[in-house]
């Protein structure tokens, strides 16, 4: 199916509201390519945490950014901008339409608009503080943001580990506010972006996520991060489902307790997600089970 212009669709939501399938199948309308906007799927090591699209659905539609990166390489905003944006170009040298999915907002944004340059931050800083958020916990964390950046405090997602440490990485390399170096300047794609994104009345998704995470369990959650135990002050292990179950194998907690804890952060995680991608005027909103609406507003933006 040809179309005059070049447009990648994003199909964007919080985790558990059926991203996967959906993009799946709009991929197979349009006949084209998908490229994940996850920035833990991208991770060989890291599989049923992280609700990686199962070896069928891989299998039906071509996916770039999953197992496309080691635990142990750097992956962040920029490198999934240069990443997807030469996946891009690739994929439309043969076809008019590319599908982007996923719930990091922040990858979404990097390759919609562009990225700031960020100053580098040695490897022993970073991994000194991460170091300490694993030992002391988020609270530890949000004091020390406080403290050393009140300007970025004052803006930021005071919930998000991620960006947090970002934060006092930046500050205690550079002596600047991470603010400092935001410019804030769009760059113009050279193809069209149609922005959509899939939500569910909360009761829905909550529920949808504490099935997925009971599910996780079933497939053995509990085997695959313990195998990564000896990895657990690594970045990529800095999230929800991993950091929960090493503090059970650390005796903080029980298992049950672990388990609730990674349902109780998912639903926060989605609360995150979604107040993200509200912000965004563009993007459309569907829900998951009327796929043909979505494909029909595509069609007329198309």
Known sequence: MSHPRQTVIVVAGPTAVGKTALAIQLAQHFGTEIISADSRQCYRELNIGVAKPSAAELQQVKHYFINSHGIQEEVNAGTFELY???KTEDILKHNSVVVMVGGTGLYIKAFCEGMDEMPAVPLQLRNSI?????????QWLQDEVKNADPAFWAVAEQQNPQRLMRALQVVQATGKSITTFRKGNKVNRPFHIIKTALELPKEALHARIHQRVDMMMQAG?????KSLRHLKHINALQTVGYRELFDYFDGHCTLEK???QIKTNTRQYAKRQITWFKKDSAIKWFNPEKYEHLVN?????L
């Open 84 to 86: 997807a944006l030469e």
């Open 130 to 138: 991460i170091a300490g958020y694993t030992s002391n916990g988020l």
């Open 221 to 225: 959650l509990e085997a695959e991060v």
């Open 258 to 260: 672990a388990v609730d």
């Open 297 to 301: 507003y595509v069609e007329q933006q």
